[in-house]
């Protein structure tokens, strides 16, 4: 069976939030639907979207496990963003979380540091 993920970010500013996200993936959309949602292709057949909903803005959780956290990251960090949150779990998994200006939050984890 196959599946298609498409994780929603419901937001209050699209204007806003579109300049965000292009910063936090590093990347312009890989599409628009209409004029108040916008498409990125995290991988193949996976996708998180924004869309203005002011009712609903604030909501999201995401986490996206990527195979170098350090190198994402470091990318994230030169486009002018920081993270809200730092933690490894005691397996030594890490997740390093970033928050949208509606409260949206979107996380990125990786394995243990190398060491």
Known sequence: MAVDLFAGVPVEDYTAALSWYE???GAPPAFLPNDTEAVWELGEHRYVYIEQRPGRAGNALHTLFVDDLDARVAGITARGLRPVDRETYA???RKVTYEDRDGNQIGFGG???DG
């Open 111 to 113: 394995g243990p540091e």
């Open 23 to 25: 910063r936090l993936f």
């Open 91 to 93: 397996n030594g998994v």
